[in-house]
């Protein structure tokens, strides 16, 4: 058995990486959604201990230390921040604009 070896493949070092994964670590990324740019940036959960969120995609509550997302449009201000579940920021194409909820949903 060989040893291990912990330098990346192709001969890169590790600042030439390609940026594919920086949203992994806290950094933010841009996406397009509704003809605007949004600010994507992923939460830990841990941070923001006792609130509690609405997701827009599924009108679900985000509990506190659940990992999530945070989106807001590209020249929008801090009240402009929306946190989704990270599966309904992916699905958010493909939804209808009116969330149906389920029947045992809460509705406030």
């Not at 070092?13 to 397009?32: H, V």
């Not at 995609?57 to 449009?73: K, M, N, Y």
């Given at each position: 058995m ?12 590790p ?7 920086l949203?992994?670590?806290g950094?933010?990324?841009t996406?397009?959604?509704q003809?605007?740019?949004?600010r ?5 959960g841990?941070?923001a201990?006792g609130?509690r969120?609405?997701?827009p995609?599924?009108?679900q509550e985000?509990?506190s230390g ?8 590209e020249?929008?201000g801090v ?6 579940h990270k ?6 194409d493909?939804r209808t604009t009116?969330?149906q909820?389920s029947?045992?949903a809460p509705?406030?």
């Amino acid at each position: 058995m060989s040893p291990r070896h912990n330098r990346p493949r192709g001969g890169e070092t590790p600042g030439e990486r390609p940026a594919t994964n920086l949203d992994r670590y806290g950094l933010e990324r841009t996406e397009e959604y509704q003809g605007e740019e949004w600010r994507i940036r992923h939460v830990a959960g841990a941070s923001a201990a006792g609130k509690r969120y609405r997701c827009p995609g599924c009108d679900q509550e985000i509990p506190s230390g659940i990992p999530h997302l945070v989106a807001w449009p590209e020249y929008g201000g801090v009240d402009d921040r929306r946190h989704w579940h990270k599966a309904c920021w992916n699905a958010k194409d493909r939804r209808t604009t009116k969330v149906q909820r389920s029947r045992n949903a809460p509705r406030y």
